[in-house]
């Protein structure tokens, strides 16, 4: 008898950790879906960062050209005069 009682307290108390664990299990499992939705929403910002700034460095590099085609220009007019 004394045997079966120790079995029975071991199982019940597997079976709290089981649940404990299950608990925890869920929780952790809520998290990382929290966290797979942030980091999309991330890499979805980084995209727009990234093309924004390619298109920013494209406007500068456009301004820059046209800036140095007018310095040809008043170059080119003071050499002449």
Request: proline share 0%.
């Amino acid at each position: 008898m004394k045997n079966l009682e120790q079995l029975e307290l071991h199982i019940s108390a597997l079976l709290e950790k089981f649940d404990r664990i299950k608990v925890e299990s869920e929780r952790i499992r809520a998290e990382s879906s929290a966290a797979n939705a942030e980091k999309s929403e991330l890499v979805e910002e980084n995209r727009k960062l990234r093309a924004s700034l390619t298109k920013e460095e494209n406007l500068r590099n456009e301004a820059l050209k046209r800036i140095d085609a007018l310095l040809r220009k008043v170059q080119e007019h003071d050499s002449v005069e």
